[in-house]
């Protein structure tokens, strides 16, 4: 922290609002967040915290009637006089100081003699997120009614007593169909007691049916053994196949740790997941979890954060964010899926990875860390690959690397048989449909086998580009060098353009703005368009669109989602969504409509990513009694990644890939580190992106490569133009990057530059 600050500028602490949690680990895990990802520690903190903490505090204004002589106003200065005029006509005397500063001229000198004469008090008030809700509970305070009650009354209490003893009033009333008059009769009684009470604002749904543990398989046994044995830090690499049972273990993993007084963290990817999740851990712990995500309100995130400060032993359930859930006592942390991008923060700073940011609080807390997934990230894979043949379920020694696989499904059922389709030759003999012969054959089936299907594409919207048949002309965003996709909103009333980058839209326009022809031609499908050809071609069957569209609002996944497993649909059509977890096992069939928008990214990481989504995708098929089976849907068969999936072939095919990235020095290797720079003038960008990367070459070893400046894949965005310095470590560096934020002393103000460490796409 530099001194040359003026200290004038320095605010002071007004008030503490809220107790603080940065035990000593806590607080070492924010600083190497900040000094890992280059960025101020502040940032990390409003990442951890929740964002109702962070709100703002309101001044308020309270009049002290005590101490107010007669005629005050006449002593003081014009706007005090006012100001004391308004508190005066009001009941509680309160108001907001922003409220008296809109009212009345020179507000703030008025308040400060105010409060120096003593005749009012100003005091913060926390933000509304973080003022505790109150509600009036009811307690049942007597063991046995006495006689002179009604029958009415006694209905109420019978009910008080069959939930516990204890309800909130309005729950209470809403059973008994009461109303409070009664409640208050029997508290004038002595029967119960009406109390204000702090009501926790959680996340609460409906309990789900209990559930005992399982008995397991002997390879979950094998591995849940080697789990239990874990002392301090270790971590665990839980490579299952889809269906291999790795959520059993996680649960059986954590009873203990419950029991022993400690909490355990639970990371998941998206939202859409959650919910199944939560179920199965809410089937087999009740209460004791509880979920925290970017989805809650601000009010249920600071209630859920208060609750885990509390100490109490609980499971947390979480996204990204929540794996600085403040647990003051962990004893184990589970990342599952662990493969998937949505861990690694993008868009806002820190760019952290929560896999990274797990590992270090393994470590600080000394506890396991078990990473699970079908298909493990590479970073995860050469950790544990040289040992894992000759080694397996032991300790790789100083590493505490711990492989455990499953690879076998639950009952040995069958992974899926993967068939390719050449869409080349669909077309060949002149099928247009966006459903190859088998898909439609198979679709065709699904209803009188009463099995469901989900099909996959990986894009949202009807058609991912508009074009005109006459001249060319592609619709495309006026902000963004991207074409703008074809939506419909109620059943084709609406149409509209829209950009899925920085959300403009139009509507859709009837001629070509270019030369008028009305001939316009949609290019590209998404999931509206899947829709639309079951719709035409099988009017029979039911669907359900699954993409962030469709879930937008709270809840929205889990409606979704029960409504399908309840049999209400056929197919469920959706995108990358659909990867993660489900477990619906009525599925029999998975449909990836088209697999190629997955494969030709310039990306380096494109591969993995295609191979792991598609994997995921197909691993939804057939997890109940009736076998599954996979149709993938491409014009390019031969290539590698769709054939290590036809093959649910992982080890190979990771090889193979580890090998080229071992040539080019690409992570898990080299470490790579991402500058962005970007503003509304491009040349200004550019310049700017020139400088920087000069500087980078005098700042860094000649261990480091520096490639660019060069305009990022799609150089505008919402009216920015992009550009990027992309650094590539040799593996053995182990170069403080603390150094980098020197660079943003070099943009202008207008240029905005970001260091992403550990980027996962570039
Ligand atoms: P994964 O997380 O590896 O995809 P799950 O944990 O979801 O696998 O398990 C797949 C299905 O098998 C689930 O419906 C689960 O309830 C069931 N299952 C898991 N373990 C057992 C077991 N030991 N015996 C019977 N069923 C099990
Ligand atoms: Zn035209
Ligand atoms: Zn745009």
Redesign the pocket.
Known sequence: PSADLDPSRIREVEDVISAGFFPSSYWQLLNRVAEYYCTDLIAVIKAALPPGLLGRSQRRIRLRREWLPQGAETFCSPSAGQILQLLKSQKEGDYSAQYLQRQIRNANRGIRELVKRGWVESYLEPPKTTRPKLQKAVTLIVESFPIDLTQRQREVLEVLRHRGGELWLNELLQLCKASSAIVDVLASKGCVVIQQRERLRLLNEERPTSDAPKTLTQDQAKALATIRTLEGFAQVLLHGVTGSGKTEIYLQAIAPILESGKSALVLVPEIGLTPQLTDRFRARFGHKVCVYHSALSDGERYDTWRQMLAGEPQIVIGTRSAIFAPLPKLGLIVLDEEHDSSFKQTQLLPTYHARTVAKWRAELEECPLILGSATPSLESWVEVRSHKEERKNLPIPKTKSYYLSLPQRIQSRPLPPVEIVDMRRELQIGNRSIFSRSLQEALESLQQRQQQAILFINRRGHSTFVSCRSCGYVME?P??D?SLSYHYTHEGATELLR?H??N?SCLQPRNCPECGSPYLKFFGSGTQKVTQELTQQFPKLRWIRFDSDTTRTKGAHRTLLSQFARGEADVLVGTQMLTKGLDLDQVTLVGIVSADGLLHHCDYRASERAFQTLTQVAGRAGRGDEPGRVIVQTYAPEHPVIQAVRRHDYDNFVEAELSQREALNYPPYGRLVLIRLSGIDGVEVQNSAQSVADACTNLLNSDCEILGPAPANIMR??RRYRWHILLKFAAEARENLLILNELRNLCPQSVSLSIDVDPLSI
Do not use: E, K, T
Request: hydrophobic fraction near 30%; charged fraction near 0%.
């Open positions: 965003c902000h963004c991207v950009c980058y920085c403009y965005v919402a």
